[in-house]
């Protein structure tokens, strides 16, 4: 059973960069994407990004000059940074796996495990 | 990006109750739609993929159906611990998006 654990500072002051690590324990990091999803506090979720264990990414646009991951597959670990932050990256974030699922000609993507969350507070 | 509307935004049923939630996408997503269950303070819970598909270990009371724009999350026998949010998601191109949730509170 895979488990997902973010760690990382949960105050950032404005205009600084936010760093996160997922560490990954109980599989391995190879073949799957490995995602970055954020909640603000009270609202709905919104997908950050993925990176393949190959390294190769895939950002949202709403985030892509802000944001930058990285993946060490020696240490199973993964990580976001988002930089010059404001209030309104104020979120709990979520480290998750995405697995690609292949079923005749469809290839079908979904987060099929999630870290338990943590919150960033973006405040001087 | 693809939007996903969910209806509606929250909704009171008793223990028993058969209850529907609705997603609709625009545009057409083909059947690439998943389910979540998020309860307060935790992380979101993976239900259904490809629309109808229920992930392993879902108690089969949970269903889902549709395709293209417009889907159901269907339970069929409220339970107590189903009282949560539920988020639908589309994973037919990225920028991956979600349903802005449907609460399900105890009436």
């Known amino acids: 059973q895979v488990q997902l654990q973010e760690s990382g500072p949960g105050l950032v002051k404005p205009s600084e960069t936010l760093s996160l690590t997922c560490t990954v324990s109980g599989g391995s990091i190879s073949t799957y994407f490995w995602n970055w999803i954020r909640q603000p506090p009270g609202k709905g979720l919104e997908w950050i990004g993925y990176i393949y264990s190959s390294g190769s990414s895939n950002y949202n646009p709403s985030l892509k000059s802000r944001v930058t991951m990285s993946v060490d597959t020696s240490k199973n670990q993964f990580s976001l940074k988002v930089s010059s932050v404001t209030a309104a990256d104020t979120a709990v974030y979520y480290c998750a796996r995405g697995t690609r699922y292949s079923s005749g000609s469809s290839v079908w993507y979904f987060f099929d495990s999630w870290g338990q969350g943590t919150l960033v507070t973006v405040s001087s | 990006d693809i939007q996903m509307t969910q209806s509606p935004s929250s909704l009171s049923a008793s223990v028993g109750d058969r209850v529907t939630i609705t997603c609709r996408a625009s545009p057409s997503i083909s059947s690439y739609l998943n389910w979540y269950q998020q309860k307060p303070g935790k992380a979101p819970k993976f239900l259904i993929y490809?629309?109808?598909s229920l992930q392993s270990g879902v108690p089969s009371r949970f269903s889902g159906s549709g395709s293209g724009t417009d889907f159901t999350l269907t339970i069929s026998s409220l339970q107590p611990e189903d009282f949560a949010t539920y988020y639908c998601q589309q994973s037919y191109s990225t920028p991956y998006t979600f349903g802005q949730g449907t609460k399900l509170e105890i009436k």
């Open positions: 490809a629309a109808s």
